[in-house]
T-cell receptor, first 112, second 114 residues
Framework: DGGITQSPKYLFRKEGQNVTLSCEQNLNHDAMYWYRQDPGQGLRLIYYSQIVNDFQKGDIAEGYSVSREKKESFPLTVTSAQKNPTAFYLC???????????FGPGTRLTVT | GENVEQHPSTLSVQEGDSAVIKCTYSDSASNYFPWYKQELGKGPQLIIDIRSNVGEKKDQRIAVTLNKTAKHFSLHITETQPEDSAVYFCAASMYGGSQGNLIFGKGTKLSVKP
């Protein structure tokens, strides 16, 4: 069963701690993306990767970091430098940069 | 950069009626316009998309129209059903260019009353 998985569904952390969100896809897609969604807002791009070992900053990359060591995995680390980390985080993938993007189920991160 | 505005923010219709959601974009170079449906607590699902070389695209009860001159595009849902209730997002992108990232509208919460 092909698709995009994100884990965990809910994540709670204390302020000042780094936290890593998982994103895995078995669609053999080259491109992967991380978005942030806040209530009443559209999705905003954090980072994207078009190919293994390469990634680019999106519109709101400050306070986040990523890695792309494997084609199927694109983990996102929310660092303590991110001022407002509480949000719904969505991972997406596409065959390539200019193709349809498909989303995972999301991870809701709460930092207190 | 690209800016996408979406209206209305909320829409309530009676089951069986039609629903229309409109989006405007600012960058005339944008050439790809997808629509996503997001149910509560889930990730967005691509429901239909259109590229700038066509003016309209249909898929059963869903259609999207594009007016490049006016820089706006719309989602049309006919014969609405309660399961159509969700938040719908439009997006715009300039595929093939250096700025090919999707820019999303803020969403429309559609409620279909039985």
């Amino acid at each position: 069963d092909g698709g995009i998985t994100q884990s965990p569904k809910y994540l709670f952390r204390k302020e000042g701690q780094n936290v890593t969100l998982s994103c895995e896809q078995n669609l053999n897609h080259d491109a992967m993306y991380w978005y942030r969604q806040d209530p009443g807002q559209g999705l905003r791009l954090i980072y994207y990767s078009q190919i293994v070992n390469d990634f680019q900053k999106g519109d709101i990359a400050e306070g986040y970091s990523v890695s792309r060591e494997k084609k199927e995995s694109f983990p996102l680390t929310v660092t303590s430098a991110q001022k407002n980390p509480t949000a719904f985080y969505l991972c997406a993938s596409s065959i390539g940069r200019d193709y349809e993007q498909y989303f995972g189920p999301g991870t809701r991160l709460t930092v207190t | 950069g690209e800016n996408v505005e979406q209206h209305p923010s909320t829409l309530s219709v009676q089951e069986g009626d039609s629903a229309v959601i409109k989006c405007t974009y600012s960058d005339s170079a944008s050439n790809y316009f997808p629509w996503y449906k997001q149910e509560l607590g889930k990730g967005p699902q691509l429901i239909i998309d259109i590229r700038s070389n066509v003016g309209e695209k249909k898929d059963q009860r869903i259609a999207v129209t594009l007016n490049k001159t006016a820089k706006h595009f719309s989602l049309h849902i006919t014969e609405t059903q309660p399961e159509d209730s969700a938040v719908y997002f439009c997006a715009a992108s300039m595929y093939g260019g250096s700025q090919g990232n999707l820019i999303f509208g803020k969403g429309t919460k559609l409620s279909v009353k039985p």
